[in-house]
């Protein structure tokens, strides 16, 4: 098992869902979920496909409206009602998709649709200043800010991605399976940026299907299976094993038989 970093504590809950329900027709997506998330930490939320995870993400990122329960955000109970009212707030999210423009350059990225004027045109020096600026923050490895999109690798796309998203000064950032179908070294670079994100004390949820990645970054686990919270972990005190129980819903998975082999041959 890959050994969580140290992370400083967690500070007050800026984001709570209770009893959260989302059902499309006949469908029951979510079933009375709670999550909490915490100024400086890192939640990871895992499940097997169709557990809930995107439902849930769009929910709170205020694509979908829910059909029962309470979200509050800094104290105070909100009803988000779409992606850009959840952005004023301060609810960031980076969509597995990115939804980034090739042609154009990593400072278009990253103002697209929040582009700063000055006496009413857009200001090009101060957000290639700004840009530089946040790609700093998170120790990013772009070589310029100028370069088309096109150009930049994997790695260098979502860095993009997570940097647009701390544009507005969120309090919380959703990021939606950030390593998938990066290689090894990409892979590291973006949980890096994870962990640059905790620092200021911004809540981070991580959705992700790799047990490595969550394991390596995250604080603590919730495991959403058929709609419904199904387990929670601190990270420290979850074994692979467990967390692919919870996730399957079998504790007598072949994984689990192994281990417990495993160890009664201790």
């Not at 500070?11 to 999550?35: C, E, I, M, N, P």
């Not at 260098?156 to 701390?166: F, G």
């Not at 199904?230 to 467990?242: G, I, K, L, S, Y």
Request: negative net charge; proline residues 4%; hydrophobic residues 45%.
């Amino acid at each position: 098992m890959t050994t969580a970093p140290a992370a400083p504590p967690a500070g007050d809950v800026v984001l709570s869902l209770a009893g959260v329900t989302k059902r499309f027709g006949a469908v029951q997506a979510l079933s009375d979920v709670h999550l909490d998330v915490r100024a400086g930490e890192v939640v990871a939320l895992v499940g097997d496909n169709g557990a809930g995870k995107s439902t849930l993400v769009k929910v709170i990122s205020g694509v979908y409206t829910p059909d029962e329960g309470d979200i509050t955000f800094a104290g105070r109970k909100i009803t988000v009602g779409g992606p850009s009212e959840a952005q004023a707030l301060g609810i960031a999210t980076v969509f597995q998709d990115l939804a980034l423009c090739d042609n154009l350059d990593v400072v278009a990225n990253l103002f697209l649709g929040q582009e700063k004027r000055r006496a009413g045109v857009i200001d090009e020096v101060h957000m290639e200043k700004e840009a530089w600026r946040l790609l700093r923050t998170l120790s990013a490895k772009i070589p310029s800010v100028r370069i088309p999109i096109a150009s930049l690798s994997g790695g260098q796309r979502q860095t993009v991605a997570i940097a647009r998203s701390l544009v507005g000064n969120p309090k919380i950032v959703m990021l939606d399976e950030p390593t998938a179908a990066l290689g090894v070294a990409q892979t590291a670079e973006v949980l890096n940026l994870v962990e640059r994100l905790r620092e200021p004390g911004l809540g981070v949820i991580l959705i992700s299907h790799n047990m490595a990645d969550v394991q390596a970054v995250a604080d603590r686990i919730v495991v959403l299976r058929l709609g419904r919270n199904a387990a929670e972990f601190r990270v420290e005190d979850a074994t692979t094993e467990e967390l692919v129980a919870a996730i399957t819903g079998a504790s007598d998975n072949v994984v689990s038989k192994r281990a417990t082999r495993g160890e009664h041959h201790e």
